[in-house]
C-alpha cells in the first residue's frame, strides 16, 4: 500500500448504515412529517430498508448508502428545514456478505433455544 493513493481508493462494495435525521427548528416537536418524507424517499431509492422507532437501517453500496442520506438532507432543506443533525453508525464486512436482516436472524435463533 506504500506506493497507493490513499485518496484513490475504492469505497466498500457493501455497508450497512443506522441513520437518524434530526430537523432543528421545525415548528413543531413532532417530526412524523419529516420522517414520512424521508420514508418515502428511501422506498423510492431501491435500496433495502427499515425503519425503527429511533431512525432507519439502510443497505447498499457504501457510495449508495451515503448518497441517498445526502439527499434526505437535501430534500428536508428544499422543504424548509434549515438545519439538520444526522447520526450515522455504519457498518462493513470483508470477511462474508451480512445484512442488516442476517443480524437480527442470528439473534432471533440464539433466543429460540432459551425456550
Not at 506506493?3 to 413543531?28: K, R, V
Request: proline share 4%.
Amino acid at each position: 500500500m506504500s506506493d497507493s493513493n490513499p485518496t484513490e481508493m475504492a469505497t466498500p462494495p457493501s455497508c450497512t448504515a443506522d441513520f437518524c435525521l434530526i430537523p432543528i427548528g421545525t415548528p413543531t416537536a413532532s417530526l412524523s412529517k419529516e420522517v414520512a418524507e424521508v420514508q418515502r424517499l428511501l422506498k423510492k431509492s431501491g435500496l433495502k430498508y427499515s425503519m425503527h422507532s429511533a431512525g432507519t437501517t439502510l443497505e447498499g453500496s457504501w457510495d449508495d448508502v451515503m448518497r441517498c442520506i445526502g439527499q434526505c438532507h437535501s430534500m428536508l432543506h428544499q422543504n424548509g428545514v434549515v438545519r439538520i443533525q444526522s447520526d450515522i453508525r455504519i457498518g462493513t464486512r470483508t470477511d462474508k456478505k451480512q445484512g442488516f436482516q442476517d443480524k437480527i436472524d442470528a439473534v432471533v435463533r440464539l433466543l429460540e433455544k432459551d425456550a
